[in-house]
């Protein structure tokens, strides 16, 4: 029998035979290699959480209780192949086993009595246990329990490595674990950072737009403000003009009626009399106006119907100014209206400029990127009808009331253009004519090319504006000028323009029989004033402004004029009020360029003509559009500038990268 220690862990005992062993305390852990029983003998104390295991071969493992010893069994917990429970004196419930077995007490010796005989006892032990222990009895249990030591500290050191790779394991998973939530508390950072820095630089972007909207707005408010100012100093120089002319208006109205009158009482006098003013006689118009007068009675009297004396005065009228000049006419009262009042209100037209040449209806050129434009009509074409009525003795006004109409619609040309064997039909779409005054590009490092469309108010500023891009008299070496097809306008733009090249000396003149109608226009030394090189473009789209520009560059030795002679349309057209809400439109003075040339009619002569290369151009590019192909010249179908395909913009380009000066161009001419 082997007494074990309470509370002693003795890991693993290893029993050769049967034996009993007795525990007194908690937690043996009791093993077997290759006793057929294992018995644990309980002696009056409490086995709690006392484990059994076998980890080999016993065929039962015995849980004996003692007789008398009424012995209490809790988490007594035995893992091997059989186990047995004593059945008396044995309590408790927490008994988990592969078997339970119930063993017979052990047999009655000789000499008890039958009450003792039938009283339950404990199996009986075994030889081995009742019999006294012997030296070798002893022997054999040192060396069990030698064994059992080395056993037992055999699986402490397990059980220490077992614990110390455990907690290295757990200590490895702790620190996995918080490098890991270090990981994450830095990506977390990362994140938060990257996710503030994408919202400031949402903020700057917010911030950025915001001052691009107010300062949009700034400029909007600007430039209603700047409108709103003109419009009223339009309005007032309208009320005032409108002021005069009524004034002028009555004055003459007054007038027309003293001389009515007294003309009237003269005739009255007269046919009294039956004399004539000899005075009259005498006149050296008198007989003209007898005359004109005895026409219009025959007219009135034989033709073919009747016509009003209304109607063939101021057709009279007309055939006068007209053969004066093409820009010098009648206007009637519904005319002199319309052309008084600002006209408001949805319309579009071609896009043209038209003048008289002799009675036919001209185009004094296209205006650029309009509908006209973009149909091919060109300076110098003669419109022969419009929408299907003839243009013959047709008067500019009317000409422009015929054009213009709802926008979207149509209007017809039947164009008739030198070389033509018959006339052509045009169909435009009318539209909204909004046209950019100025446009630019730059065709080389330091040769930027910019395009004068036709002088508005704001022409001037747009020029500096588009000057400036391109580094001023820094950074251009030279500049081409382009005004082919520029119709002109403002005349004070057209001085303006010019001043920003010449710092002094004339820019134009005007000349008239009235000695209101003589003004000087000078060059002012404030201001801008470029230096460059200068090529000026023109063509016989070039009138009126744009050719007072071109005529002071030249006569200044300012710049080379390189193209085809300009139209040639610079003369002053005065309007002046009628009776009955009539008006007479007449030329009263001309324009001269410093130099004192008259260029009406005769045009601006370029210091480079080439008129015979664009016009073998114009026939390559008509071939072309006859056998269908898209035509890409700059003169005809407009669009970028491109001096491979435009030769007068070519040869611009070749001077200005030349060293060859303004005035050896010119003897040249």
């Known amino acids: 029998m082997l007494v074990l220690p309470p509370g002693e862990f003795f890991g693993q005992v290893i029993v050769d035979r049967p034996l009993t062993i007795v525990g007194k305390g908690k937690s043996t852990w009791i093993g077997s290699r290759s006793a057929p029983t294992i018995r644990i003998t309980a002696t009056g104390v409490k086995l709690q959480d006392l484990m059994v295991e076998v980890t080999a071969g016993p065929q039962e493992i015995v849980i004996q209780a003692e007789p008398g010893s009424n012995p209490i069994l809790e988490n007594v917990i035995a893992k091997g192949l059989i186990v047995g429970v004593s059945h008396e004196n044995v309590s408790g419930d927490d008994i988990d086993s592969g078997r339970i077995s119930f063993l017979p007490p052990p047999p009655i010796s000789a000499g008890t009595s039958d009450q003792q005989a039938t009283t339950s006892a404990p199996t009986e032990p075994s030889p081995v246990e009742t019999q006294p222990a012997t030296a070798a009895t002893k022997f054999d249990l040192k060396a069990s329990w030698l064994k059992f030591a080395a056993a037992a500290a055999a699986i402490l050191c397990v059980s220490l490595a077992i614990i110390f790779y455990a907690q290295r394991e757990k200590a490895e998973e702790i620190a996995q674990v918080k490098a890991a939530e270090e990981a994450a508390v830095l990506e977390k950072a990362r994140i938060e950072k990257e996710k503030l820095a994408q919202e400031q630089e949402l903020a700057k972007l917010k911030e950025a737009e915001r001052l691009r909207t107010v300062e949009k707005e700034r400029a909007e408010r600007e430039k209603q403000a700047r409108e709103q100012e003109l419009a009223k100093l339009k309005e007032a120089e309208r009320l005032k003009t409108a002021e005069k002319e009524r004034i002028e208006k009555e004055k003459h109205e007054k007038e027309a009626a003293r001389l009515k009158e007294i003309e009237r009482v003269r005739a009255a006098e007269r046919e009294k009399t039956g004399e004539v003013d000899q005075s009259q006689k005498k006149s050296p118009d008198f007989a003209q106006l007898r005359l004109f007068r005895q026409v219009l009675g025959i007219v009135q009297k034989n033709y073919v119907r009747e016509v009003s004396d209304k109607e063939l005065i101021e057709a009279a009228i007309e055939g006068l100014l007209r053969s004066l000049n093409p820009h ?5 009262e519904n005319m002199f209206k319309e052309l008084q009042i600002e006209t408001k209100g949805d319309f579009g037209g071609a896009g043209l400029e038209i003048t008289l040449d002799n009675g036919i209806l001209t185009i004094v050129t296209p205006i650029d990127d309009t509908p006209a434009y973009k149909a091919g009509l060109k300076p110098g074409d003669k419109i022969l009808q419009i929408d299907g009525v003839t243009t013959k003795n047709i008067t500019l006004l009317k000409a422009v009331r015929q054009m213009r109409g709802p926008i979207g619609s149509n ?3 039947t164009i008739m253009r030198e070389g033509w064997p018959k006339p052509k039909e045009f169909s435009i779409k009318r539209e909204v004519i909004l046209v950019h005054s100025v446009k630019n590009e730059l065709l080389e490092q330091g040769c930027p090319y910019v395009k004068i469309v036709n002088l508005q108010e704001r022409t001037d500023s747009d020029l500096v504006s588009a000057i400036n891009q391109y580094g001023g008299d820094e950074g251009i070496k030279g500049l081409i000028l382009d005004l082919r097809n520029n119709p002109g306008g403002l005349l004070d733009q057209a001085v303006k323009v010019a001043n920003l090249f010449v710092d002094k000396g004339l820019i134009v003149y005007t000349d008239g029989r009235v000695k209101d109608q003589r003004m000087e226009f000078r060059a002012t030394r404030t201001g801008k004033h470029y230096k460059f090189k200068t090529a000026v473009l023109i063509n016989e789209g070039t009138a009126a402004g744009a050719e007072i ?31 009955n809400g009539c008006g007479l ?10 130099k004192g040339r008259d260029i009406e009619n005769t045009g601006i002569i370029p210091d480079v003509d080439l008129t015979d290369q664009v016009a073998a151009q114009l026939e390559a590019e008509e071939r072309e559009a006859k056998l269908g192909k898209k035509s890409i010249g700059r003169i005809a179908a407009g669009g970028k500038p491109d001096p491979t395909k435009d030769i007068v913009l070519k040869k611009a380009l070749e001077w200005l990268k030349s060293n060859v000066g303004v005035k050896a161009v010119k003897a040249n001419r």
């Open 549 to 579: 520009i071109a005529g002071c560059l030249q006569d200044q030795d300012r710049a080379s004029i390189f193209g085809t002679k300009s139209f040639g349309n610079v003369s002053i057209n005065t309007i002046i009020p009628l009776e």
């Open 328 to 332: 010098s006419s009648f206007l009637t």
């Open 585 to 594: 439109r007449l030329t009263t003075a001309k324009y001269y360029t410093p």
């Open 411 to 413: 209007v017809n040309f």
